[in-house]
């Protein structure tokens, strides 16, 4: 064990007392694949702890996918152990699964490159500690294609005792301004499930990342942020720092999980920031989630007996999400042009609605006949834009428009066109809300 006692403490008495530092509290949601860093624990030893401790407490088998740092590997290798050891004892390999991922992925079988492998040992003590009775399914890659690990993933994550771990640390040996840059942008493409162009030198485990953002894609579900750091956090040097980043895998969209569990903290930053606009209060934007940190567009509507009082909002995704949110409830209230600022009198009678959005999809049509067959009433909201002239409806306009042609007219009229408005460069884009 090459990393006992450098990459983390040896002695198991002083490893128990770091992890008991690292617990959590009890998620609300339990994964089934993770993204972790493998560096030394005493960069990123908390945040892999927390990835470890998202991933359900009942699982059988972990698949551990990571980059080979010290061997040349074309394709995948697995290992022949039985079992490797940790401070806490030993941990078994599946050797079942090790067999038939062989044969799936047509992988090596071999020993040599684990030997002083830290990618995959540095996970060892911490599944052994927090999840004792989980086997193990250690895979190591070189100059492989993602799109193979995401076949992988996909056929063994239908099983329900299989769980996942992606070994991966971020940007390596930036100045820190310009690995904060390049991990920001690292985790945007995560987080929107954005394959393309996504390099190398992005991640030390970029090929099983992406294999895992694949698999999301195509099943559509999500990658939640757990956390982002880098080194200089600990030793303080920011002249060649390391960075780090922590995912879980949540079976949906990003605005499904936080409208499943966030649902009164959204609310509760909204009210908030218009009670500072009152001078009543202020908005706590530091404690909050790492959802929150993550990229996202939302609109926030007031309505005061049952009538429209205000609605701003945000179309694509520019800021994170716990900002837009702030923002836009802050100018719903006090700087939509229609309206005078809201009064104290009229705070405590108003109804607040989020709307969470998608980020937008292109339509592509030839004729308005064509856009409009496109469109699906009461679940696509509009953005049309040719030129100085763009426009959106929310999905719940519908309610007000429930027939396509006038739906279209009336959002053309709102944009500053004839309601008979025809142009080749016309463009429209499609988006879903998720509503609080």
């Not at 004892?89 to 090790?98: A, C, M, Q, R, W």
């Not at 993550?294 to 007996?305: C, I, M, P, Q």
Request: charged share 25%; proline share 4%.
């Amino acid at each position: 064990m090459n990393a006992s006692g450098t990459f983390y403490p040896a002695n198991k008495t002083e490893l128990e007392n770091l992890f008991n530092f690292y617990k959590t509290e009890i998620p609300k949601y339990h994964s089934r694949a993770v993204i972790i860093p493998h560096a030394g624990y005493i960069y990123s030893g908390k945040l892999a702890a927390k990835g470890i401790q998202q991933l359900k407490k009942d699982i059988k088998n972990i698949f551990i996918f990571a980059p080979s740092h010290y061997e040349r590997i074309f394709g995948c290798s697995v290992c022949d152990y039985n079992a490797f050891e940790t401070p806490f004892g030993e941990i078994e390999v599946n050797k079942t699964l090790t067999k038939e991922i062989a044969k799936l992925c047509d992988c090596n079988t071999g020993n040599f490159a684990f030997e002083k492998e830290h990618s995959i040992e540095v996970q060892l003590p911490l599944i052994k500690y927090f999840l004792p009775n989980a086997k193990i399914v250690p895979v190591l890659y070189g100059c492989e294609n993602f799109k193979n690990l995401s076949d992988t993933i996909e056929h063994f994550y239908k099983d329900e005792d299989n769980a996942f771990i992606i070994s991966s640390d971020l940007s390596h040996f930036y100045p820190e301004k310009e690995a904060a840059r390049i991990d920001n942008y690292t985790a945007k493409m995560i987080e929107e499930n954005n394959l393309n162009n996504f390099e190398q030198e992005q991640a030390c485990g970029a090929v099983g990342i992406c294999g895992l953002i694949k698999f999301a894609k195509e099943k559509g579900f999500s990658l939640i942020r757990n956390g982002l750091t880098n080194s200089a956090s600990t030793t303080g040097d920011s002249s060649r720092v390391v960075g780090y980043g922590s995912w879980f895998l949540f079976e949906g969209t990003k605005n499904q999980y936080i409208k499943k569990y966030y649902s009164d903290f959204v609310k509760k930053i909204c009210s908030d920031s218009i009670l500072s606009g009152l001078q009543l209060g202020h908005t706590d934007t530091e404690n909050y989630e790492c959802v929150f940190e993550e990229y996202g567009a939302s609109f926030v509507t007031l309505e005061l007996n049952g009538i429209l009082r205000g609605c701003i909002g945000s179309i694509i995704p520019h800021q994170s999400l716990i900002q837009d949110l702030t923002k836009n409830a802050h100018a719903a209230a006090f700087a939509d042009p229609r309206f005078p600022a809201l009064t104290l009198n009229e705070y405590n009678k108003i109804n607040i609605k989020i709307s969470l959005l998608s980020k937008p999809e292109r339509i592509s049509f030839d004729t308005e006949q064509e856009l409009l067959q496109k469109l699906i009433p009461n679940k696509d909201g509009l953005i049309i834009r040719d030129g100085k002239y763009q426009s959106v409806f929310l999905p719940d306009v519908w309610e007000q428009l429930p027939n396509k042609k006038e739906f279209l007219e009336q959002l053309k009229l709102k944009a500053g066109m004839p309601n008979d408005y025809s142009s080749e460069s016309l463009e429209a884009f499609k988006f879903s809300t998720t509503k609080i």
